[in-house]
């Protein structure tokens, strides 16, 4: 979560590039600027999930097999969709079942493999969430028009988001 409510000005991030070559002031701009609407969003989402008693690790969960044809994965694909490890996963799981909102069933071929879908507590959370979900994320774009909308999702579909830290050569 980015929490930084003042962002810097140009005259501060020229100031920043003079000392640090590496910094490109456009790039670092756009970045901080996504940041902090990214960071609003999951405030509001957070703040809307948490009126249902779920977080956003139980809403992903829910709308991954909600959004599967069968209704049904195992845990390592949830793992694997939802970019967490399988270990987060497990426990994350645990307490859903525990709360009722998934249930797991022996997977027919593989012993050691176990299949979760969404209950109908599950689904019935997920129904009530989703509208202002909706809203939440319409609000945010609001001041774009259509045209601009589409534009906007290119180019965070052009964005690298393979972050690897290159090794630093002296």
Not at 42 to 60: D, M, N, P, T, V
Not at 126 to 134: D, I, R, T
Request: charged share 25%; glycine share 2%; aromatic share 6%.
């Amino acid at each position: 979560m980015f929490l930084l409510r003042d962002l810097p000005d140009r005259t501060i991030l020229q100031r920043f590039a003079a000392q640090y070559p590496e910094m490109d002031i456009t790039s670092t701009e756009a970045c901080l600027y996504l940041l902090k609407a990214a960071s609003t969003l999951l405030i509001e989402l957070e703040k809307h999930f948490a009126e249902y008693g779920i977080s956003q690790a139980r809403f992903l969960a829910l709308i991954i097999l909600i959004r599967e044809e069968s209704g049904q994965l195992k845990p390592v694909d949830i793992a694997e969709k939802m970019g967490v490890s399988l270990k987060n996963t497990s426990r994350l799981l645990e307490s859903m079942q525990q709360d009722q909102l998934i249930q797991r069933t022996a997977h027919k071929t593989d012993k050691r493999a176990s299949i979760v879908s969404a209950t109908s507590k599950g689904e019935k959370i997920l129904s009530l969430v989703l509208p202002k979900y909706y809203q939440i994320m319409n609000k945010m774009t609001a001041k774009l028009n259509a045209k601009d909308k589409v534009l906007f999702t290119d180019y965070l579909m052009h964005l690298d988001l393979d972050l690897s830290t290159p090794k630093i050569t002296e």
